[in-house]
């Protein structure tokens, strides 16, 4: 048995700006014990998907379930072995203390008072947040609020945890705690699944074991992250600045070139380009100069994950 | 087990949010001035119309109307933020909607404090009331057992209310406000409900809140002197009191699990409108 399983799953949105479909038939099939990784830019299904998967939606088409569970049926049978946190929102009662709030939660699952405050105190520890836990939440920095949400969900003991964008506009250090965090957890359980979408390469790069792409609501890829670099292997990125801003469709017609993004600067554009032959470098440079522009940066990277969906979808991530 | 602990818990926040921005003492002034207001200004509505309130039978019948009918309009009215409140502002609800407690017993717990805490107006204004003062003749277990309904059908009625509030974005309040204002004109809260018109008297009589202002007159005047009101005995006011109660709990049961699978094929459980 899978912990979690999709078969066909799609999701249809009517609304009066018309009809969006946020997922196109998705199959996924994710092992326990999976630290798995959804990555896609905003928009893709990420949430979407998660959303059905924590039963808070149900799915248009197709079938869902978790740890053999219907989500659209026995949705009864999934909660008590859940649990989600949400990145990049402001949850909570912001006129009890932290642990008040992470005491609420745990009775809404049935935990003794005693075994709950302990805990508490545990997850304060591991997340290093025991000097705020008689603040009240409206006191709370973004980061501090997170690390209470993280440990809301955790606290629960929860067989699937669901974490969507969880460290979205964290700063780099507790994104990293909390990263640290969720390995440690899921190394020290056995049995335990953790779903996590984000946007963020180096994230899912660092955590996951495997990493499914998605995009525009379909899984257009699924590997682990070395075999998704493989994929592209060949291949490098090349990234340069130009001053001052100038038109770059030309680049996609070079030979070897598989995939370009760009992005606008202040006195320029930042350029982006997957190719597979070092001539093509010298194509890009003497196109750039008849042009009248100048490089004011350039270099030869190491194929990352963000270049796999770029090459994938023929679009960057952000 | 676990339903009452959801009970509690809710019924703890509930206090919490209410009252904890504020001293418990400016909290509990700031929960009495606002009901005891408007029931003085019914007073001095009614000595502007008639001339005067000592010894009037029909204000007695519409002073205890009003202190009780507080209690439901503060339910009803506070009730209707509760979903949009959880999902909006604290954006907590699909963290209590996917936990193992049930949604429903949780709104349970949120409405059982409301009634508790719109307990203390009604009965302040009772005190007040001595001052008129207005002949007042108790039966306390009768009493007792009518508040214990009151909460059961106010629960039920908060429940439709809260039902409809999954789907809605920011129309809890009005809702709220009308289901008040409903219960206002069919129940014989300030005039009797021989006073409406036949048709609307039938409707009046599937509503619990009829029988339960008639229970409530009895319990704390002693007497009922609605014309139809008063061909119900207390035995059979009880009876139908709890008919109706169970119906609109049927009902609510009903209306949420309709909503509750509307609103998870809709995707508004965790809906942000920011209106």
Redesign the interface.
């Known amino acids: 048995m899978h912990a979690i399983e999709t078969e066909d799953l799609w999701r249809e949105?009517r609304g009066r700006d018309g009809r969006v479909i946020a997922l196109k038939g998705v199959n996924l099939k994710i092992r326990t014990g999976e630290l798995f990784g959804l990555l896609g830019p905003n928009g893709a299904g990420k949430t979407t998907l998660i959303?059905i998967l924590?039963?808070?939606?149900?799915p248009t088409r197709g079938r869902a379930y978790v740890l053999g569970y219907d989500t659209s049926r026995e949705e009864?049978k999934i909660?008590?072995l859940?649990?989600?946190v949400?990145g990049g929102?402001?949850?909570?009662?912001?006129?009890?203390t932290v642990k008040?709030n992470l005491w609420?939660?745990s009775?809404?699952?049935?935990i003794p008072g005693p075994e709950a405050k302990r805990r508490i105190e545990d997850l304060a520890d591991l997340l290093n947040f025991r000097d705020i836990l008689n603040k009240k939440v409206r006191t709370l920095s973004t980061g501090q609020r997170q690390k209470m949400n993280i440990a809301?969900a955790f606290m629960t003991e929860p067989k699937v945890v669901f974490l969507d964008e969880p460290t979205l506009g964290l700063d780099v250090e507790v994104a990293r705690e909390i990263r640290r965090f969720v390995r440690g957890w899921l190394s020290e359980r056995e049995g335990r699944t953790v779903l996590l979408t984000t946007h963020y390469m180096h994230e899912a790069e660092e955590l996951c074991d495997r990493i499914a792409i998605i995009n525009e609501g379909r899984i257009i890829a699924l590997d682990t992250p070395e075999n998704l670099k493989r994929m592209v292997k060949r291949e490098f990125s090349l990234h340069l600045r130009v001053e001052p801003e100038i038109g770059v469709e030309w680049i996609s017609s070079i030979e070897c070139v598989s995939g370009l993004t760009t992005k606008k600067t202040e006195t320029g554009t930042y350029i982006r380009v997957i190719m597979d032959c070092e001539e093509g470098i010298g194509e890009i440079v003497h196109g750039v100069m008849r042009r009248g522009a100048r490089i004011t940066y350039l270099n030869k990277e190491e194929i990352t994950l963000e270049d796999v969906f770029l090459k994938l979808t023929g679009r960057g991530l952000e | 087990m676990q339903a009452l602990k959801t009970i509690r818990t809710a019924m703890w926040l509930d206090y919490q949010i209410m009252a904890n921005w504020t001293r418990p003492i400016i909290f509990f002034t700031y929960n009495i001035a606002k009901p005891v207001g408007s029931s003085l200004l019914l007073i001095a509505m009614y000595y502007v119309v008639t001339g005067r309130v000592v010894g009037s039978a029909a204000l007695s019948f519409l002073f205890v109307g009003n202190a009780f009918y507080m209690i439901l309009a503060q339910v009803m009215m506070s009730l209707g933020w509760v979903v949009h409140d959880d999902r909006e502002h604290y954006q907590t609800l699909k963290y209590i909607y996917i936990s193992p407690s049930s949604y429903y017993v949780y709104l349970m717990g949120r409405a059982a404090m409301r009634f508790l805490m719109a307990l203390f107006p009604a009965f302040f204004l009772l005190l007040l009331g001595l001052l008129i003062p207005i002949p007042y003749d108790f039966n306390y277990p009768l009493l007792a057992f009518t508040l214990l309904f009151g909460w059961l059908f106010m629960v039920a009625s908060g429940m439709l209310l809260n039902s409809v509030n999954l789907l809605t974005a920011r129309h809890g309040g009005a809702i709220g406000e009308a289901f008040a204002g409903v219960f206002y004109l069919f129940s014989g809260v300030v005039f009797p409900v021989s006073m409406l018109p036949a048709p609307l008297q039938v409707v009046a009589m599937y509503f619990p809140s009829t029988y339960w202002f008639s229970l409530v007159r009895r319990s704390v005047l002693g007497v009922e002197v609605d014309g139809i009101m008063k061909n119900y005995t207390i035995n059979q006011c009880v009876l139908l009191l709890a008919i109706t109660t169970g119906m609109f709990i049927a009902m609510s049961i009903a209306l949420y699990l309709t909503m509750d699978h509307l609103a998870r094929k809709r995707g508004t459980v965790e809906m942000i409108t920011t209106y």
């Not at chain 1, 924590?54 to 149900?58: C, D, H, K, N, V």
Request: proline share 3%.
């Open positions: 949105f959303r924590t039963t808070l939606l149900l009864d909660r008590p859940i649990n989600m949400s929102e402001y949850s909570g009662y912001g006129l009890l008040e609420m939660f009775q809404f699952y049935g809301r």
